[in-house]
């Protein structure tokens, strides 16, 4: 998988926001004019190289398919994007959603990778208001770094794996009820139960 920087993600996010295609005037009306004119065009050339950004006749750019697929492809589970925008750099929710083009209302996801210990989020102060921010942790590095290895480009593996994570919880859960409630009816049922998770997640395994 392709990585981006923090000035290729900014870049790449100005042409989506543009409807995929931007110009200099675009460039200049937005905050990558801090960068400068050389900065600027040794980004631009890069993106080029790595067919993340195509010139066209006019001069303007387009972003490719390639680019969307990274972070912007709706078949990528939103928890792989995520994490790879994380990858780039810490965010905000309201970042999270806007660089996405998702709804923060579909972010639950969010707290699951929090309590999962893949991210961490941390409260900063901006403009006198505390504001959650989010970073990725060495253990979601190394899931995006397994995935990609693992799957490459068929997702439904990811979502696979992500009801076998459910089933290891409830069968966890279980356990610690068994454990808590010895003997009787409640054991019995919870052993007949525990029998039918793992013989569903063998067969989702296979």
């Known amino acids: 998988m392709i990585k981006l920087g923090v000035i290729d993600l900014e870049i790449i996010h100005l042409?989506?926001?543009?409807?995929?295609s931007f110009n200099e005037s675009d460039i200049?009306?937005?905050?990558?004019?801090?960068?400068?004119?050389?900065?600027?065009l040794?980004?631009?050339?890069?993106?080029?190289?790595?067919?993340?950004?195509?010139?066209?006749?006019?001069?303007?750019?387009?972003?490719?398919?390639?680019?969307?697929h990274i972070l912007w492809d709706k078949k990528v589970p939103i928890?792989?994007?995520?994490l790879r925008l994380l990858e780039i750099r810490p965010a905000s929710l309201e970042e999270i959603a806007e660089i996405l083009h998702e709804q923060k209302d579909n972010f639950d996801v969010i707290e699951k990778l929090?309590?999962?210990?893949?991210?961490l989020m941390s409260a900063l102060r901006k403009k006198g208001q505390l504001v959650k921010m989010y970073e990725l942790l060495p253990k979601g590095a190394d899931i995006i770094k397994e995935l990609e290895e693992l799957v490459g480009n068929d997702y439904t593996i990811?979502?696979?794996?992500?009801?076998l994570v459910t089933i290891e919880d409830v069968i966890s859960h279980l356990g610690d009820l068994r454990s808590t409630n010895p003997g009787g009816t409640t054991e019995?049922?919870?052993d007949q139960t525990t029998t039918k998770?793992?013989?569903l997640k063998k067969k989702i395994q296979s």
């Open 79 to 82: 928890r792989l994007r995520i």
């Open 28 to 40: 200049e009306g937005s905050s990558l004019k801090r960068l400068g004119v050389g900065r600027i």
């Open 42 to 68: 040794d980004s631009l050339a890069s993106l080029h190289e790595r067919k993340l950004l195509k010139v066209n006749k006019n001069g303007s750019f387009s972003v490719t398919n390639s680019a969307k």
């Open 15 to 20: 042409g989506n926001s543009k409807k995929g």
């Open 158 to 163: 990811i979502d696979r794996m992500e009801f």
């Open 114 to 119: 929090r309590k999962e210990h893949m991210i």
């Open 188 to 190: 019995y049922v919870i």
């Open 197 to 199: 998770l793992e013989k």
